[in-house]
């Protein structure tokens, strides 16, 4: 499924990931996570505002009791690229020290963002930290970042859907798109 967005320039989404391939990868982390978080009461927080509806999915399947909560980051602008500058926007409110945290992301790209996170949780002397992420790029990575618990490895694109946004929106469509600049975008680009 190819949609011509009406934007300058225009730009196409093309479906990366079904509704299916989306829940198969979503059952097969909540399951390694059921396995290995059990007894230990993890605390399962979703990075604002990208992971919230993978995050909603991925509990749902879990087997083991857990606690929710979210941190808030800021990297990117309105647009495609990092600005290099993160800053922790929200903190969460749970007690973190002694717990086993889960970190909930929808995706690595430089890795900046994640790394940031870890600072900020390695100071509240948790039992342990991992990271669990939709998607990968690995090709992006300027950091090395461990990801315990990895859903897609993705080429270097853009992508938008299933909670990821492109200047807050299209976060509520239920697969996952590449976004690309129509091949037209010049000729149309020139018409004003
Ligand atoms: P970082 O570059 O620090 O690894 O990525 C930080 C955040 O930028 C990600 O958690 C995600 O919210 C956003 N981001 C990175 N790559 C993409 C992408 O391809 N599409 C969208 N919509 N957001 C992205
Ligand atoms: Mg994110
Ligand atoms: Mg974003």
Same mark, same amino acid.
């Given at each position: 499924?190819?949609?011509?967005?009406?934007?300058?320039?225009?730009?196409?989404?093309?479906?990366?990931?079904?509704?299916?391939?989306?829940?198969?990868?979503?059952?097969?982390?909540?399951?390694?996570?059921?396995?290995?978080?059990?007894?230990?009461?993890?605390?399962? =927080?979703?990075?604002?505002?990208?992971? =919230?509806?993978?995050? +909603?999915?991925? =509990?749902?399947?879990? +087997?083991? $009791?857990?606690?929710?909560?979210?941190?808030?980051?800021?990297?990117?602008?309105?647009?495609?690229? +990092?600005?290099?500058?993160?800053?922790?926007?929200?903190? $969460?409110?749970?007690?973190?020290?002694?717990?086993?945290?889960?970190?909930?992301?929808?995706?690595?790209?430089?890795?900046?963002?994640?790394?940031?996170?870890?600072?900020?949780? +390695?100071? %509240?002397?948790?039992?342990?930290?991992?990271?669990?992420?939709?998607?990968?790029?690995?090709?992006? %990575?300027? =950091?090395?970042?461990?990801?315990?618990?990895?859903?897609?490895?993705? $080429?270097?694109?853009?992508?938008?859907?299933?909670?990821?946004?492109?200047?807050? %929106?299209?976060? %509520?469509?239920?697969?996952?798109?590449?976004?690309?600049?129509? $091949?037209?975008?010049?000729?149309?680009?020139?018409?004003?």
């Amino acid at each position: 499924m190819t949609i011509i967005l009406a934007v300058k320039p225009p730009f196409e989404l093309k479906r990366l990931y079904s509704r299916e391939e989306i829940s198969e990868v979503v059952r097969r982390l909540s399951a390694q996570i059921s396995r290995d978080f059990a007894g230990k009461d993890p605390l399962v =927080v979703g990075v604002l505002k990208g992971s =919230v509806i993978f995050l +909603s999915d991925l =509990v749902r399947e879990l +087997s083991i $009791p857990t606690e929710i909560d979210f941190i808030g980051t800021s990297s990117y602008g309105n647009g495609t690229t +990092s600005t290099g500058q993160i800053k922790i926007t929200a903190e $969460p409110t749970a007690r973190l020290a002694g717990r086993h945290i889960l970190i909930i992301e929808d995706i690595v790209d430089t890795g900046l963002c994640i790394e940031a996170i870890m600072k900020y949780f +390695s100071k %509240h002397k948790p039992a342990s930290i991992s990271i669990c992420a939709l998607m990968d790029k690995p090709a992006r %990575h300027q =950091v090395r970042v461990k990801i315990a618990y990895s859903g897609f490895t993705i $080429p270097d694109k853009f992508v938008v859907g299933y909670g990821l946004d492109f200047s807050q %929106h299209y976060r %509520h469509l239920p697969e996952i798109f590449t976004m690309e600049e129509a $091949p037209d975008a010049g000729q149309l680009a020139s018409d004003d």
